[in-house]
């Protein structure tokens, strides 16, 4: 009966739980005011030894280890209170949850063990109690309780399951504390693409120019570890930016950074508002004629745009010609000092091996690569190794990449899809990174081959051909022809000793345009700018 209320989140993380026996652990679930749809839950617990109570005086005896501090009713997945024991059993003096938001639970928030707001609902050692109740000003007012175990917690774990489900909808109080700077960070996805995982980077430099930074995407498809890791909260629902409900989060900020031109009609909602707006394009030409309706005509003080790179200045230039345009090129953290597993490329029969990452898009220019494949001399072929890396997203090209596979076995080979650490590995082994694209702001693979100083061959309609000195740290082909990409392959291909000797210019270039120093510094100018 309780399971069919579960949201849609609720029910996809019960599949998955791990339960443990804390039956010995016995709580005090402390909830003065309304609390109707927590009791009807509370019957559900797997976890049998508490009760519920509405007045602490009298009840803490020293039995008790734990109190689950509830500030408003709210409904609790019958796993809850097992989770909160197991974090005290765990050492834990305060434990928070992820939550659901709305009738439906289609509003999701993530905690980060970096960003703990002020809960409404939070599990208190008995040790912590004790120490919150003599500094409290009021009577075992639960929000004042709550309010100094935030404050005065040492050891706070985040479980990460939304065992809450709080049948209003998520406000700014949710996510953000009373008193804290606020920023927002606006993603129209959170996949593993190339835009979502430069964003990541914008989380610490501004957690360090002190601001609470809540991100608000669509979905959880991959990167949301990423954003949560690095110290922000985050706040998911498929219509987040056109939802009236959610907009208290980006009006009450003190900063918003809105990334790619696919935040348009956030923008504009925000264009002539007190709240500064940094609108981080990192988009193609393809994209625009479908969104140029969107995007404001003109735009108010409180609005500041940057790009990253030439290419994708050029693309918003194309419908607003009149924008002022900083430029903001995403840092990435030097993964060439980290460790990580090796990934097997002895497919590659110990020849030079040239990669290509990207979904299979007529705009990645997949088709392109392979066309320059088979325009190579069968001698000259024989002696590299090709991989493509991404999923199918285009049936066609999919089909041009399998045939040439089928066609060349023991030299051309795909992989759907590799994990973070296998692409850092094969970035470290590859002899070069090629990028066919027809329409490409800023490829993220390519600048992390430089990291591991690994040159590149790309197309004119790249970003990152403006910044490539010929010969030296890259090549660059003209006209998407595949004739003159075969012929920077050939030239790659023959002349192995020139591409290991540009592994020192490869990093220059790394470090002079991509490095997180640079970055940071062009960030942290262009905040400070947008809220001075």
């Known amino acids: 009966m309780m399971y069919s209320s579960y949201s849609a989140l609720q029910r996809r993380q019960l599949t998955k739980q791990v339960y443990t026996d804390t039956q010995s652990s016995y ?31 009298g009840e803490l005896t020293d039995s008790v280890a734990g109190v689950l501090l509830v500030s408003e009713d709210v409904e609790c997945t019958s796993t809850a209170l097992t989770y909160f024991a197991a974090a005290l059993q765990a050492g834990a003096d305060l434990a928070v949850c992820d939550a659901v938001f709305g009738f439906d639970g289609a509003t999701a928030l993530y905690l980060s063990t970096q960003h703990i707001p002020c809960s409404r609902c939070a599990m208190v050692s008995r040790q912590l109690l004790d120490r919150i109740r003599a500094a409290a000003r009021g009577k075992d007012s639960v929000t004042e309780l709550l309010r100094l175990s935030t404050a005065m917690a040492e050891n706070c774990q985040r479980i990460p399951q939304a065992l809450l489900h709080f049948r209003r909808e998520l406000c700014a109080d949710d996510v953000f504390s009373a008193g804290g700077k606020r920023a927002v960070i606006l993603s129209h996805e959170l996949t593993m693409t190339g835009a979502p995982i430069v964003l990541v980077s914008a989380v610490p430099v501004l957690r360090s120019m002190g601001f609470e930074v809540v991100v608000l995407g669509p979905s959880d498809e991959g990167s949301l570890p990423l954003f949560l890791d690095a110290g922000a909260a985050v706040v ?6 056109m939802h009236s409900a959610l907009w208290g989060l980006a009006t009450s900020a003190d900063f918003v950074l809105a990334n790619t031109v696919v935040e348009a ?21 393809a994209g625009y004629p479908f969104i140029a309706h969107q995007i404001p005509k003109t735009l108010e003080h409180n609005v ?9 200045t050029a693309a918003m230039h194309s419908v607003r010609p009149d924008f002022a345009i900083e430029q903001l090129i995403y840092g990435l953290p030097d993964y060439a000092q980290e460790s990580f597993p090796v990934y097997d490329i002895s497919y590659a029969g110990g020849r030079p091996l040239f990669v290509t990452v990207g979904s299979f898009e007529p705009r990645k220019g997949q088709d392109i690569f392979c066309n320059a494949i088979r325009l190579l001399k069968p001698e000259v072929r024989q002696k590299a190794a090709f991989l493509f890396v991404g999923k199918a997203a285009d049936k066609d090209i999919k089909n041009t990449v399998d045939t040439l596979v089928e066609d060349y076995p023991d030299t051309v080979f795909y ?13 470290d082994q590859c002899a070069c ?23 590149s061959i790309v197309s004119e309609h790249t970003g990152t051909a403006g910044l490539v000195t010929e010969g030296v740290d890259g090549f660059v082909y003209k006209d998407d022809d595949p004739d003159l990409l075969a012929q920077a392959l050939e030239h790659a291909i023959l002349h192995p000793e020139q591409l290991a000797a540009m592994k020192a210019d490869c990093r220059k270039m790394y470090e002079k345009y991509y490095s997180n120093e640079a970055y940071v510094a062009t960030l942290t100018r262009l905040v400070n700018e947008s809220t001075d």
């Open 27 to 57: 709580l005090l679930v402390y909830a003065p005011g309304r609390h109707l749809a927590l009791e009807n839950s509370l019957a559900n617990q797997l976890h049998r030894k508490f009760r519920l109570v509405t007045a602490l005086e």
């Open 236 to 241: 998911t629902r498929s219509d987040c930016v």
């Open 265 to 285: 009609a956030a923008v504009r909602t925000l264009n002539g508002s007190f709240v500064p707006v940094l609108w981080w394009l990192h988009d193609a030409f």
């Open 304 to 312: 500041q745009v940057c790009a990253v790179g030439s290419h994708a």
């Open 415 to 427: 992989r759907k899809r590799l994990e973070r650490p296998e692409i850092k590995s094969l970035m």
């Open 433 to 455: 990174v090629v990028c066919a694209s027809r329409d490409d702001p800023m490829p993220t693979f390519v600048t992390e081959g430089l990291i591991f100083g690994k040159p």
